[in-house]
């Protein structure tokens, strides 16, 4: 089951995405698949995207093998692993910040679909692995070209053609990773997180970055400098600035 919490006049437009299937450690089969196409869909409006497991053991473990296995042809490999991958593409390219917070080990699959978020944070008790080869295959959902955009095409395939699970501390010092928050505070981390990049114009930037020309990027700074929301901020700032100090104590 694929659970979304969004309402655009609740916590700032922030949509909570979750993949709960505890009996498979929220492993993705067919029917996942088409529920995340229809809740990223769903989301659509939102400032900013969270996508997460149920629980605190998996972020995502793949795909569902048990489900999965039943697919015998390269047919029907090549056209799971399409479907997948499209819905990977969709979730790079939602509008807004997308941050996948790995409340549990992401490995295979799970790590592919933690790559296709802008911003990984992870509780520090967590792995994530690029392990397809301990099942003699490869990552084919675009989470090896994506690896290597993160951390460069030798540690890509170091990982990838290895399955080293890295701890959550070694995959943020390889920038894997950005953020690490203890277990205990972990929920109101990344949720701090999501909040700040949806109250502030990080779509605009997100799009900037993602590439466009600097024709296009000056646009985007110029409509943002025009809006209400951009001198509402200013006037604050101004006032505070303009405000005199306290006399100082026993001043006359």
Known sequence: MVDLEYSPALEGGLAVLTIDRPHAR????????????KAIDAAAGARALVVKGAGDRAFVSGGDLKELS????????AAMARRMRSICDQ??????PVVAALNGHAFGGGAEFAVAADIRVAADDVKIAFNQVTLEIMPAWGGAERLAAIVGKSKALLLAGSGTALDAAEAQRIGLVDLVFPRASFDEGWRSVAMSLARHPAAEIKRVISGVSPDEAIASFARLWVADAHWQAADRVMNR???????AEGAT
Do not use: G, K, V
């Open 26 to 37: 929220n492993a993705i089969a067919l029917d996942t698949m088409e529920q995340l196409e």
């Open 70 to 77: 039943a697919l015998r042809t390269e047919e029907d490999a």
């Open 91 to 96: 979730l790079a390219a939602f509008p807004a």
């Open 241 to 247: 600035t303009a405000s005199p100090r306290p006399a």
